[in-house]
T-cell receptor
């Protein structure tokens, strides 16, 4: 049973370009969470999605950031017109339906976004 | 607001020795969960240990144990017989029961000296 898969592992973008980060949850998991880790900081919650629904996006910056989790395919975190301050590690986590996340959250290995 | 504080940015320990990483948190809730996660250079977040707030007994996982002081809102991690593979960033995390947002501390970088 494969874990949470994130790709790419590293992503380099120039200022003003778009970044697309992908996350495939563990098999059987229908809940996805995105966290951002800025340099020398802990992970901070960004958004919580279920299939075709955004449940909570209170941690997402108001502009340029969007997330989706379509019926088919991976969850996508999209950052438009990237700026240097977007440089960070972006982690995806998943949990199965019906299981509280306080049991355990399964994390991917993250995507390191570097903005030049 | 709920917060998690790790006041030690970096710690060092000699191989085979014991080290304690500190963590304090703030919440008005009574039912919650606490975690220690290890993040090696690979960036993978690895769950080390988990503690339910309603349990008085401290959690233990092999060489890893916690000292959970609920009244003091303190949750320290003790690593016994430290090994070179224990070198990593360690994050303390908190979540209220029934919610889904994890609150993470800023981490402690642990160095293990041979």
């Amino acid at each position: 049973n494969a874990g949470v898969m994130q790709n790419p592992r590293h992503l380099v973008r120039r200022r003003g370009q778009e970044a697309r980060l992908r996350c495939s949850p563990m098999k059987g998991h229908s809940h996805v969470y995105w966290y951002r880790q800025l340099p020398e900081e802990g992970l901070k919650f960004m958004v919580y999605l279920q299939k075709e629904n955004i449940i909570d996006e209170s941690g997402m910056p108001k502009e340029r950031f969007s997330a989706e989790f379509p019926k088919e395919g991976p969850s996508i975190l999209r950052i438009q017109q990237v700026v240097r301050g977007d440089s960070a590690a972006y982690f995806c986590a998943s949990s199965p339906e019906g299981q509280p996340v306080d049991e355990k959250l399964f994390f991917g290995s993250g995507t390191q976004l570097s903005v030049l | 607001a709920q917060t998690v504080t790790q006041s030690q940015p970096e710690m060092s320990v000699q191989e085979a020795e014991t080290v304690t990483l500190s963590c304090t948190y703030d919440t008005s809730e009574s039912d919650y969960y606490l975690f220690w996660y290890k993040q090696p250079p690979s960036r993978q977040m690895i769950l080390v240990i988990r503690q339910e707030a309603y349990k008085q007994q401290n959690a233990t996982e092999n060489r890893f144990s916690v000292n959970f002081q609920k009244a003091a809102k303190s949750f320290s991690l003790k690593i016994s017989d430290s090994q070179l593979g224990d070198a990593a960033m360690y994050f303390c995390a908190f979540i209220d029961s029934g919610t889904y947002k994890y609150i993470f501390g800023t981490g402690t970088r642990l160095k293990v000296l041979a």
